[in-house]
Structures are given as structure tokens and as C-alpha cells.
């Protein structure tokens, strides 16, 4: 089992940036695609973004061309850097460890998940 914990979060402004941060415990990290996730109040948990163990990367719609997903295997660590943010980026976001080395997008196919960051961007 590996355990995520996530950082980063906070309350910024619309047009603003920030950098989430997952660090993981276990060898095998860089075995297995990473992903983030995220969950409004009131909404199911949706996919933003993932990398696999080559480093290949896939985005939701909504967030592409501002959020870039990348992960350091030297330090266990994958990252969220978000820009442009706008308030309905609004949500709890969670780091989660894929069962595979290619990424998915469903939350059935990944098998550990941290403990969640609030990200709140105000208008």
C-alpha cells in the first residue's frame, strides 16, 4: 500500500496559480501512472489530470492548457501546477496511485488516495 500526502492548497484569486505537490511513500513509484482528482461540494469526484510511468500525460477538458501534471520518481513526488485558475476550480483535490503503469481516467483504477487539499479560488 502506498500513502499519499498532498500539499499545496489554498485560497487564492481568479487568474492566480498554484502548485499542488503528492508526495508518496514506496519503492515502486515510478512504476505506476499518478493522477489527480478532484471533488466539489455536492459533486462525484471527477479526473483532472495523470501521467504515466513514461511520463505520458492526459488532462480533463476543463482544465487543459492551464494545469500541468508532471512527477520527480528521484523524490516520490508528483505535482499539480495550476494557472489561470478560476472559481469553479473550487474543489477538494486528491493525489491517487494508479493500479497501472499507463494512466487511466476512472476512480475504480487507482488503489490509494491522500487525504485531500481545498483549493478556493475567489472572484
Known amino acids: 500500500q502506498v500513502q499519499l500526502d498532498e500539499s499545496g492548497g489554498g485560497l487564492v484569486q481568479a487568474g492566480d496559480s498554484l502548485r499542488l505537490s503528492c508526495s508518496a511513500s514506496?519503492?515502486?513509484?515510478?512504476?505506476?501512472?499518478m493522477g489527480w482528482f478532484r471533488q466539489a461540494p455536492g459533486k462525484e469526484r471527477e479526473f483532472v489530470a495523470a501521467?504515466?510511468?513514461?511520463?505520458?500525460?492526459f488532462y480533463a477538458d476543463s482544465v487543459e492548457g492551464r494545469f500541468t501534471i508532471s512527477r520527480d520518481n528521484a523524490k516520490n513526488t508528483v505535482y499539480l501546477q495550476m494557472n489561470s485558475l478560476k472559481p469553479e476550480d473550487t474543489a477538494v483535490y486528491y493525489c491517487?496511485?494508479?493500479?497501472?503503469?499507463?494512466?487511466?481516467?476512472?476512480?475504480?483504477?487507482?488503489?490509494?488516495w491522500g487525504q485531500g487539499t481545498q483549493v478556493t479560488v475567489s472572484s
Open positions: 491517487a496511485k494508479c493500479k497501472y503503469s499507463g494512466f487511466r481516467i476512472r476512480t475504480a483504477d487507482y488503489d490509494s
Open positions: 514506496g519503492r515502486t513509484f515510478s512504476n505506476y501512472a
Open positions: 501521467i504515466g510511468w513514461s511520463l505520458s500525460t
